[in-house]
């Protein structure tokens, strides 16, 4: 089978999905085809894979943590050309594929669509127009018109793939909004996450381990300060930070002992292994891969981010962890991380996940679906 995959490069969430089906389609001797941009290609590359850059459909503008959602839909009205969109028809055409996999991009479900190639899309969020809530009336004006497209993709599309988990259990359920004569399309994947807890030896960290992903830059630090707050005041507990490339962590000062500070770490999932609790922001693709691994979670949604506040509702809801705040003092920080590493607050919730997970392996669920639209394909071609 030889499959093209598109990846949106606006979110790491995205290329963690693309870089866990790349590798389990090409385990099964596959051939993939990588196309990304930006970050999400360089982590591709780094990753070991040859990848085709593609062109930047999506440009996100923030300051301190807020979206700009009208500086957006500029960025990316420009961002749109006659000749990209003929760059991705010929990528689709050069490489010839049975089946299409697309994470976000949609210009390369038009050019598939074009060429009447099978696709599928990866959605954890289809309640996009909540964003031009609230706005002025030409940006909802303008959500109406997104609304429209993405009903018009998701009827033209074979299936809709969900990397989260079946119902009752699903994360992003909050964030799914799609019409009722598409709901046969639906396939709940399980999470699509690189590595599976059983496939990882669990590394030599002083327990109880917290490991927290939150980042260190601009509006986030004042959360990792208070992390840090909480190690001080609680010397029993260990913690391993990763700053974001932003932060210079060789400034940082009165770093407790208990606590190591990292810029960035290419693989965490050694360290979800060793923790009792991740800390992060509420993005989707790092709540799949904490939940994959049984751990409990402490959600700090970005300021006014519907999907990341969604998911972190969710996440305290069904007993995962917490959603909290940046009101929030070290010392309640505190007082909520000992609840878990040392009562074991949530932990039989999030124990359940890991279990789903290693059944139900997201990648090769999603590899099995493709294999058998391929099959089917090849059938009615004879």
């Given at each position: ?11 790491l969430g ?8 790349g590798?389990e ?5 596959h051939?993939?085809?990588?196309g990304?941009y930006g970050?999400?290609k ?6 070991g894979?040859?990848?085709?850059e ?8 923030g ?7 009208e500086?957006?839909?500029k960025?990316t009205?420009?961002?749109i ?5 003929l ?6 055409k050069?490489t ?5 996999v697309s ?5 390369g479900v ?6 009447k190639i099978s ?7 289809s309640?996009m127009?909540e964003f031009f809530?609230?706005k002025?009336?030409?940006v909802g004006?303008?959500?109406?018109l ?14 809709i793939i969900?990397?989260?988990f079946p119902?009752p259990y699903t994360?992003?359920s909050?964030n799914?909004a799609?019409p009722?004569d598409v ?8 999470p699509l ?7 990882v030896?669990?590394p ?6 917290v ?9 986030r ?8 707050d909480?190690a001080?005041?609680?010397s029993?507990?260990n913690?391993t930070?990763?700053?974001?490339p932003?932060l210079d962590i060789?400034?940082?000062?009165n ?18 292994k060793a923790?009792?609790l991740v800390i ?7 709540l799949?891969?904490t939940?994959?691994f049984?751990?409990?979670l402490?959600s700090?949604?970005d ?7 969604n998911n972190?509702t969710t996440v305290?809801e069904?007993g995962y ?6 009101s929030v003092s070290?010392?309640e ?8 590493v ?5 932990r039989?919730n999030?124990i359940?996940l890991?279990?789903?997970a ?8 999603v590899r099995?679906?493709?294999e058998?639209?391929?099959?089917k394909?090849?059938?009615?071609r004879?």
């Amino acid at each position: 089978m030889n499959v093209l995959l598109f990846t949106c490069g606006e979110g790491l969430g995205h290329t963690g999905r693309s870089i866990a089906l790349g590798r389990e389609l090409l385990s099964a001797g596959h051939t993939v085809h990588f196309g990304a941009y930006g970050y999400s290609k360089e982590l591709m590359e780094k990753s070991g894979y040859t990848v085709r850059e593609i062109p930047q459909e999506l440009k996100l503008v923030g300051r301190e943590g807020s979206l700009n959602l009208e500086a957006s839909i500029k960025h990316t009205a420009r961002s749109i050309s006659p000749e990209n969109i003929l760059s991705v028809l010929r990528l689709v055409k050069d490489t010839d594929p049975d089946v299409v996999v697309s994470d976000g991009y949609y210009l390369g479900v038009l050019a598939a669509g074009f060429r009447k190639i099978s696709t599928y899309m990866i959605v954890n969020q289809s309640n996009m127009e909540e964003f031009f809530r609230d706005k002025s009336p030409m940006v909802g004006l303008l959500g109406g018109l997104v609304r429209s497209f993405y009903h018009f993709i998701y009827h033209r599309i074979d299936g809709i793939i969900i990397p989260d988990f079946p119902e009752p259990y699903t994360v992003c359920s909050r964030n799914l909004a799609f019409p009722e004569d598409v709901q046969h399309k639906l396939n709940f994947s399980g999470p699509l996450v690189r590595k599976r807890s059983s496939e990882v030896e669990t590394p030599d960290l002083k327990k109880p381990h917290v490991l927290c992903t939150i980042g260190g830059f601009g509006y986030r630090r004042e959360i990792f300060d208070k992390i840090l707050d909480a190690a001080r005041m609680d010397s029993k507990i260990n913690y391993t930070l990763i700053a974001g490339p932003s932060l210079d962590i060789n400034v940082l000062e009165n770093v407790p002992e208990n606590s190591r500070i990292y810029s960035f770490i290419a693989d965490p999932f050694p360290f979800y292994k060793a923790s009792y609790l991740v800390i992060s922001a509420g993005g989707h693709g790092t709540l799949m891969e904490t939940l994959s691994f049984g751990l409990p979670l402490f959600s700090f949604p970005d300021r006014g981010h519907n999907e990341q506040e969604n998911n972190a509702t969710t996440v305290e809801e069904r007993g995962y962890g917490r959603r909290l705040d940046y009101s929030v003092s070290g010392e309640e920080l505190l007082s909520m991380i000992r609840e878990v590493v040392f009562e074991g607050k949530f932990r039989e919730n999030t124990i359940r996940l890991r279990e789903q997970a290693e059944s139900f392996y997201g990648p090769a669920s999603v590899r099995k679906l493709l294999e058998d639209i391929s099959s089917k394909n090849a059938k009615d071609r004879a």
